[in-house]
């Protein structure tokens, strides 16, 4: 059974720091790209960060370029998102996805989501 636990999301002041974790399980997860998605009260959700499965290439949205990171550890089935310099407008829920194939049939699957919130 597939599973994606997000965790490490709360409250935090304007400036500060928060990290995400994502622990997967259930697929080859090596072969999966990794990526962070966040959905604030009456939007869309949006891409924030992703991490190719091979070569652990990067991309970001322009929103966040230069103040969030996102990494993944293979060995621990994990990927994560260090959120530094946190602003009001971060504030949403942040979902985890992986998206790979099984054989040929594309896959995609989502966690439940971690509540962060900006706010002195």
Known sequence: QVQLVESGGGLVQPGGSLSLSCAASGFTFS???????RQAPGKDRELVAIIASALFSTDYADSVKGRFTISRDNSKNTVYLQMNSLKPEDTAVYYCNAAGRLGARPMSYWGQGTQVTVSS
């Open 31 to 37: 072969s999966y790209a990794m990526s962070w998605y």
